[in-house]
């Protein structure tokens, strides 16, 4: 395969069609994500403008992708603009030409330019991104392994997640929220997104106790 220089490379961003259809199905390979579905559901999205993907392009094709998600995150009493980078993918034969760098360096010089106040990411690539200079937040966070033959037993207080769940899942989330920093300030039109899309996959299941949601969690079954 011919590789390209670096001066062949550009970043452009999402408002190209073409080069935005490119981009999903690139993270739709990397991610195993349905690209028309994530389409969709980026639209749902109260905060999504087109935008602020950033792709990088070489040899006339989009090589790497990245999405900035604007929101607003709670700490203490006060709200700090985030830019929240989702979806960062190179192509797999593409890797270890610096593409992903150039997405962040882009997407970090755009969100500088937007007074955003913090960048964060979730990621495995710990020592890949502390090279690049982020720090990381832990937080804690539990691992359990699932045999697909074992049979689990679902308490039957457990169920799906209903639209008509909508306000208690907000106000347990407001509520316990609270008492930490790091919440994601989340809108009305944003759990509606997020919720429907979850439900669509069956990742968002509610405990509910005569008649009342007392919890409920949510799982990503396409964790990269």
């Known amino acids: 395969m011919e590789m390209q220089s670096d001066r ?21 390979r990397v991610l195993g994500k ?5 389409l969709r559901h980026r639209a749902l999205d109260p905060a999504y403008n087109p935008r602020d993907t950033f792709l990088v392009v070489s040899g006339g094709r989009v090589v790497s992708h990245l999405r ?19 979806d960062v993918v190179t192509a797999p034969e593409q890797q270890g030409h610096g593409h992903a760098r150039t997405a962040l360096d882009a ?4 969100a500088r330019a937007e ?3 913090l960048a964060l ?10 090279d690049l200079g982020w720090s990381p937040w832990a937080r804690a966070c539990f691992t359990i392994d699932i045999q697909p033959d074992e049979a689990a037993d679902i308490p039957t207080a457990v169920r799906d997640y209903r639209a008509a769940d909508l306000d208690s899942v907000m106000a347990i989330h407001g509520h316990c929220g609270s008492r930490y920093a790091g919440p994601l300030l989340r809108s009305i039109a944003w759990w ?3 919720l429907q ?14 008649g009342a949601i007392k919890g409920y969690a949510r799982a990503r079954h396409s964790w990269p």
């Open 8 to 28: 062949d490379r550009r970043v452009v961003r999402g408002e190209d069609e073409r080069l935005l259809a490119s981009g999903l199905e690139l993270v739709s």
């Open 34 to 38: 349905d690209a028309e579905k994530e």
């Open 68 to 86: 900035l998600e604007p929101r607003e995150m709670r700490v203490g009493r006060s709200l700090l603009r985030v830019a929240v980078f989702s």
């Open 107 to 110: 997407a970090l010089e755009s």
């Open 115 to 117: 007074r955003y106040q």
């Open 121 to 130: 990411l979730f990621t495995d690539l710990l020592d890949f991104f502390r």
């Open 192 to 194: 509606k997104s997020d």
């Open 197 to 210: 899309r979850r439900a669509d996959r069956g990742e968002i299941v509610v405990l509910e106790v005569d």
